[in-house]
């Protein structure tokens, strides 16, 4: 080896987080069991007690324990929706640049469009009735602005629980939360309402008939049409 390759000069908090990271992953520590004190983590490590508040900050940022005044850390039951939420701030951050809205938009789309096709094929009678039952709520609440988002989020939510995944369900939320401005632009008018509506019952015939096809097609056109709709209040 001729040429020199500088290396990145880790910090010692960094270390402490892979250590505990490890144990954590191994099962050392397992979910609910609390963390050595932060002054056994100093001996345990060699180390000062702002690397192991960094490290330990940091482990909770990533979802791994949970923090609480006058307590030790405790390792925290690891959920997607933990993954979401560490998400959160960088889609923010994405929604914010240019074109970022148009690519939520598209991941939305190809993520919900294979959500319909997968419910057509696998959907329960049970499941065909709970999203019977959304359908029939979304339709009663039209002329409510606020209880027909929450309606049209229920609806979605339904097929999204299809797949029995609880990481598809986080995703869901997740997108729900990232797109908000435009569920509020696209369902301020009564007509628009009207017009998902009518999708939402496309998308439902489609999935009640077990037509995979039908169904992403369904869901497809529907999100097209709230884009398009979207980006004309926006006057783009």
Partial sequence: MEDRVPLKRRRLYEDVIDHLEAAINSGEFKPGDFLPSERDLMNHFGVGRPSIREALFALRRMGLISMKAGERA???TPTPSALVGELSGLARHLLAAPDGMR?????????????AQHAARVATPDDIAALSAALRANKLSKSDP???????VQFHFVIAQIARNPIFTALHAGLVEWLAEQRAATNSG?????????AHKKIYDAIAARD?????????????QVEELYWEKKGR
């Fill in 74 to 76: 405790r390792v925290a």
């Fill in 103 to 115: 690519n939520f938009q598209q991941a939305r789309m190809l993520f919900e469009s294979a959500l």
């Fill in 146 to 152: 606020d209880a027909f988002e929450k309606t049209d």
């Fill in 190 to 198: 009564e007509e628009s309402r009207k017009m998902a509506i009518t």
């Fill in 212 to 224: 995979p096809t039908a169904a992403g097609d369904a869901m497809r056109d529907h999100l097209v």
